[in-house]
Nanobody, 125 residues
Framework: QVQLQESGPGLVKPSQTLSLTCTVSGEPITTNYAYYSWIRQSPGKGLEWMGVITHTDDTHYSPFFASRTSISRDPSKNQITLQLTSVTPEDTAVYYC?????????????????WGQGTQVTVSS
């Protein structure tokens, strides 16, 4: 079964770049129709979808994050990476990676079916 595990720093200072890694087990991240999203949750704004990387290595971002978010992958390590630049305290949240449940027959590519447990990130000086 597919498993996702987020990792990265728990504390980041304002203006720095946050870098998180999602390590996937159970399937190659290049599996057809495997869409991997980054989603975060904060008390103030709830769940926010940040962006996605597709099985063809295309990326799509929320307009709220497009200017400072980058999602990439490393198939050799089976990892998805999120980079969020110029962080502020408002970026404090639990960050999740999630895999969509879409298939060739059912196009729910953005619907999260598999979630990591999330990693808490606090932005503070």
């Amino acid at each position: 079964q597919v498993q996702l595990q987020e990792s990265g720093p728990g504390l980041v200072k304002p203006s720095q770049t946050l870098s998180l890694t999602c390590t996937v087990s159970g399937e190659p991240i290049t599996t057809n129709y495997a869409y991997y999203s980054w989603i975060r949750q904060s008390p103030g704004k709830g769940l926010e979808w940040m962006g996605v990387i597709t099985h063809t290595d295309d990326t799509h971002y929320s307009p709220f994050f497009a200017s400072r978010t980058s999602i990439s992958r490393d198939p050799s390590k089976n990892q998805i990476t999120l980079q969020l630049t110029s962080v502020t305290p408002e970026d404090t949240a639990v960050y999740y990676c999630a895999r969509g449940i879409g298939t060739f027959y059912e196009s729910s590519y953005y619907v999260p079916g598999y979630w990591g447990q999330g990693t808490q990130v606090t932005v503070s000086s």
